[in-house]
C-alpha cells in the first residue's frame, strides 16, 4: 500500500487483512499446488491419478493415494487441507447433517415419480435405473440432462450435464425435442450438455477419474453414466472373471459418489436386467452387478413396460430412507410426462 492511500482504506484493508488471519484456510487451496506438502512433483502425480481439483482430493482416501509415493501421514494431511478447503468434514455427525442439508433435488419431468422419491433426484448420492431393453432408462436420462437446465423454480439445478455413454445411444434430436417442449433455447442446452463415448469399461473408468475439472468449470450439475454395466458384463465373462469385475465396479462406482459429494451433483446410473432362471414367482429379472451396485446406489429405480404403448411403470426398489413405491409415467414426443388423470380413468375403464 502506498503512502498517499488515504487512511480510511488503509484501515479498511487491514481490517480485511485481519478478517482473513481468523478465517479458516478456505480461499488459501484453491489448486492443488497451493495444499501444503504438494509441491510440483507431487502435484504432477496427482495430476496423473485425476486429482486435479481441491475438490476431487478431498473425497480421496489416503490408499488411493499411495501410488503417489507419498507417506499414509502425508496422505492424511493433504487430503485433510483439501477437505478444510471446502469447508467438509465427515468426522462428526453435525457436520453430516450439515452436508445433508445442502442436498438439492432434480425433476424427472413426472411429478408422479418426484414424489415418490421426495421431490426428485437428490445430489450427492447415487440413483439407478435399471430394467430391459426399451424400459425408457436412457429416456430418463436424455430428460435428466434437459431438465437440470432448468431455474430451480421449474424444478432444474440451473447446470450442465456430463453424459458418459457407453452404447452409442445418446441423442442429439432428442434432446433438442424435449428442449423445445420445455421452451428452452435449444441451442444453448445442447452446448451444456459435455458428450463421452466409453469404448470399453477401462475407458469408462478413466473418463470418470479424470472428470473433476470439467465438471467444476462447466458448473456440472448432474453425471450420468448410461450404461454403467454393459462393457462390464461384456468384458468380464465367466465365474474366474467375476471377482475382478465387483472390484473394478466398485472402484468406479465410488468415484462417482465421490464426484457427486465433492460438486454436490445428481449421479445417474442405468443397468440391464438379467433373467434368473431359477427364480418361478414374481418378476425374474435381476439387475447386473449385484451386491457391489446395489450397496453403492443409493436409490435404485426399476423400469418397466406396462403393456405395449407409451405407459411406463416405475418402482422405487430401495432407498435409504424411502418406503417402496410404484408409479407410472409415460414416454412420448415430449420426454418423461406424467399420465394424466383421464387417462388413467380410461385405462381402469378398460379402454
Ligand atoms: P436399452 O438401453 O436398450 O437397455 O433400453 P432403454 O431402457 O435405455 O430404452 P430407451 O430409454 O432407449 O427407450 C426406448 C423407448 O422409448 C422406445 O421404445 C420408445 O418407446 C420410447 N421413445 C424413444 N424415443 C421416442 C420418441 O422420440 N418418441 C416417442 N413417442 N417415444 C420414444
Ligand atoms: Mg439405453
Keep these: 500500500m502506498s503512502e498517499d492511500t488515504p487512511i480510511e482504506e488503509q484501515t479498511k484493508t487491514k481490517e ?3 478478517e482473513k488471519e481468523t478465517e479458516p484456510k478456505k480461499s488459501e487451496y484453491k489448486f492443488i499446488e497451493d495444499l501444503p506438502g504438494v509441491g510440483p512433483a507431487t502435484s504432477q502425480k496427482l495430476r496423473d491419478l485425476g486429482y486435479h481439483t481441491v475438490e476431487s482430493l478431498a473425497m480421496a482416501t489416503s490408499r488411493e493415494l499411495e501410488p503417489v509415493g507419498v507417506s499414509e501421514k502425508k496422505a492424511f494431511q493433504i487430503i485433510g487441507a483439501a477437505r478444510s478447503a ?4 465427515f468426522v462428526r455427525a453435525d457436520e453430516l447433517y450439515k452436508m445433508r442439508q445442502t442436498v438439492l433435488r432434480l425433476t424427472t419431468g413426472s411429478k408422479a415419480v418426484d414424489k415418490m422419491v421426495d ?3 437428490e445430489t450427492q448420492t447415487i440413483t439407478e435405473f435399471y430394467g430391459e431393453f426399451g424400459s425408457g432408462k436412457s429416456q430418463f436420462c436424455h430428460q435428466l440432462c ?11 439445478l440451473n447446470g450442465g450435464a456430463l453424459y458418459v455413454d457407453t452404447e452409442n445411444t445418446f441423442r442429439l434430436e432428442r434432446i433438442i ?3 423445445k417442449h420445455l421452451g428452452l433455447d435449444p441451442e444453448q442446452v445442447v452446448k451444456n450438455i459435455i458428450y463421452a463415448e466409453a469404448y470399453t469399461s477401462d475407458h469408462q473408468m478413466f473418463l470418470l477419474e479424470n472428470a473433476d475439472e470439467i465438471i467444476k468449470a462447466n458448473n456440472i450439475k448432474i453425471i450420468i453414466v448410461d450404461s454403467l454395466t454393459a462393457h462390464f458384463r461384456s468384458e468380464y465373462i465367466g465365474r474366474e472373471m467375476l471377482a475382478s469385475r465387483q472390484q473394478k465396479l466398485n472402484k468406479h462406482m465410488h468415484k462417482l459418489i465421490a464426484l457427486a459429494r465433492a460438486f454436490n451433483t445428481v449421479a445417474v446410473v442405468t443397468n440391464q436386467v438379467m433373467a434368473k432362471p431359477d427364480q418361478f414367482f414374481g418378476d425374474a429379472t435381476h439387475p447386473i452387478g449385484g451386491h457391489i451396485v446395489g450397496h453403492t446406489s443409493h436409490t435404485r429405480i426399476y423400469l418397466r413396460r406396462a403393456s405395449h404403448g407409451p405407459v411406463r411403470i416405475a418402482r422405487l426398489v430401495s432407498s435409504p430412507y424411502l418406503p417402496e413405491g410404484e408409479e407410472i409415467l409415460k414416454v412420448t414426443e415430449n420426454g418423461i410426462e406424467d399420465v394424466t388423470e383421464e387417462e388413467k380413468a380410461a385405462k381402469t375403464r378398460g379402454r
Design 119 to 121: 421431490g426428485g433426484l
Design 86 to 89: 471446502i469447508g467438509i468434514n
Design 177 to 179: 425435442q424435449m428442449a
Design 16 to 18: 480485511a487483512e485481519k
Design 146 to 156: 434437459v431438465n437440470v437446465q432448468l431455474p430451480p423454480e421449474r424444478g432444474g
